[in-house]
């Protein structure tokens, strides 16, 4: 298992994204947070398999039914554990 730092550009913010995103990974059993940056993109960490990187690829770039995903960039952030359960949007 490893943390995973997400950048999602597009039309991110101001349309649900990060509700939808926070639903969604909750659903599928994925533990994380998502949150507004000051530059119009949305940061995601979530803790990851190695298999699960595409699916979770997915569940980003569907986002919210008024969201447009124009990019995922997306580095490892180590090995640490989140200390809480669920998708919390900060």
Do not use: C, W
Not at 37 to 44: F, K
Request: hydrophobic fraction near 40%.
């Amino acid at each position: 298992m490893q943390l995973y730092r997400f950048i999602v550009s597009g039309k991110v913010q101001g349309v649900f994204y990060r509700k939808s995103v926070s639903q969604n990974a909750m659903k599928a059993g994925y533990r994380g947070t998502v949150k507004n940056l000051s530059d119009g993109t949305v940061e995601v960490y979530a803790e990851l398999l190695d298999d699960e990187i595409s699916g979770f690829l997915e569940l980003l770039r569907e986002g919210s039914p008024t969201s447009v995903v124009h990019d995922i960039s997306y580095v490892t952030a180590g090995n640490e554990r989140l200390e809480y359960d669920g998708f919390i949007v900060l």
